[in-house]
Each structure stands twice: as C-alpha cells, then as structure tokens.
C-alpha cells in the first residue's frame, strides 16, 4: 500500500521556467489537495479537488494551476515560477467515507525557486 | 471562522521530561481536533484525533490530549520525553463530519536535550 506519492523530493527552476508536480494516490480517496508549507505560516491550503473533474480554490491558489483528469491523481502546475513559490509543497488526500475527517500526506517536493 | 493558534513555536526540553504542547482553537460548532507530527524531511503523520466521545484520547509513541471544550484547548502532552522525538508538531481543526475543510497551527519544533 502506497499510499500517496509525490515525485519529484526535489527540484530547482530559474524564475520563468514551468513545472508539474506530481501527486498519486492507491486508496481510491474522493479528495486530494494541495498544501505548501513555510516557515512559521503552517500549511496552506492551494487547490482541493473533491473527485474528479472538480477542483477548487484554497487559500493561496495563485501562480498555481491543477486538474483532476482521474481519481488516482491530482498533479499541481506551476506555469512561470517566481521566487515566492520556494516552498515545500505537501499532497494530501481522504476518503468520502472517512467520518473522522483523518488526511494521508504525501512525503513532500522541496521546491526551488532562482 | 475556524482558527488554530499554537503557542509557541519552539519548545525545548530534557529528556525524560514531560512534553506539554499547546493548541487553542475557534470554533462555532463542535470540532474535529488533530496532531500531525512532522520528522525532519518528511511528511506528516497523525499522531492522534479527537472526533467525538471521550475527551482524553490516546495516540502513537505515547501522546495524548485532551479536548477542553471550555478552554476551547486540545493540547498535546507525553510524560516523558524521548530524543526520537524531536520533531515538528501541527495542530488542526476541521468541523463537521465529511468536511473538506482544515485550518493547520504554525507548528511547535520540538527539540529533546540530552
């Protein structure tokens, strides 16, 4: 049981360039999410997608794009990379049938941004 | 509007002492309280979840909290430090069974002197 994945752990972009980060899950969850994480701010939520075909904004959705073409996965698009977006992004996800509310995270992407 | 807020963003202690850390939220309806524990470069785990029932609720490595709703508290403790402790810990709060909302602390780094 895998659980969720993130690929890549790492990367480093000059400001401008694109990316994708990737993000799969294996227990068939309704609801994945993006999250990034600074220092002293917590996490923060981006997108959320609550099945597929449906996303939505979060808290800090801007520079940032996703969709949900399926329910295993949920990648996160950065289109032109700034500086502000260096970061540690974490995917979450949960099951429509989960009462206690209880969120799987990925192992993060350590995002830099020159 | 739901809010977290951690008091304390580093907490120091000896090992073999009682860990206290704590977490006071704002809610207009009954809560879904969580401890995520975060070790250095990975993801965040649950360490422990209060849902509904019993307020004292027991989790992994020896945690546990309790939910005051009269203090509007769910801070975290463990009696006795271990080093495999040191980590970063993250109070959360989403209300409502089924909700897709979460609002996550700034988190407490912990740190175990030897």
């Known amino acids: 049981n895998a659980g969720v994945t993130q690929t890549p752990k790492f990367q480093v972009l000059k400001t401008g360039q694109s990316m994708t980060l990737q993000c799969a899950q294996d227990m068939n969850h309704e609801y994945m999410s993006w999250y990034r994480q600074d220092p002293g701010m917590g996490l923060r939520l981006i997108h959320y997608?609550?099945?597929?075909?449906?996303?939505d904004q979060g808290e800090v959705p801007n520079g940032y794009n996703v969709s949900r073409s399926t329910t295993e996965d949920f990648p996160l698009r950065l289109l032109s990379a700034a500086p502000s977006q260096t970061s540690v992004y974490f995917c979450?996800?949960?099951?429509?049938?989960?009462?206690?509310?209880?969120?799987?995270f990925g192992a993060g992407s350590r995002l830099t941004v020159l | 509007a739901q809010s977290v807020t951690q008091l304390g963003s580093h907490v120091s202690v000896s090992e073999g002492a009682l860990v206290l850390l704590r977490c006071n939220y704002s809610?207009?309806?009954?809560?879904?309280l969580f401890w995520y524990v975060q070790y250095p470069n990975q993801g965040l785990q649950l360490l422990l979840k209060?849902?509904?029932?019993?307020?004292l609720v027991k989790g992994i490595n020896g945690f546990e909290a309790e939910f005051k709703k009269s203090e509007t508290s769910f801070h975290l403790t463990k009696p006795s430090a271990h080093m495999s402790d040191a980590a970063e810990y993250f109070c959360?709060?989403?209300?409502?069974?089924?909700?897709?909302?979460?609002?996550f602390g700034t988190g407490t780094r912990l740190k175990v002197l030897a």
């Open positions: 809610s207009s309806v009954p809560p879904y």
């Open positions: 209060y849902t509904t029932g019993a307020t």
């Open positions: 979450a996800s949960r099951g429509t049938d989960s009462g206690a509310n209880v969120l799987t």
């Open positions: 959360a709060v989403s209300v409502g069974s089924g909700t897709y909302k979460y609002i």
């Open positions: 997608s609550v099945g597929a075909g449906i996303t």
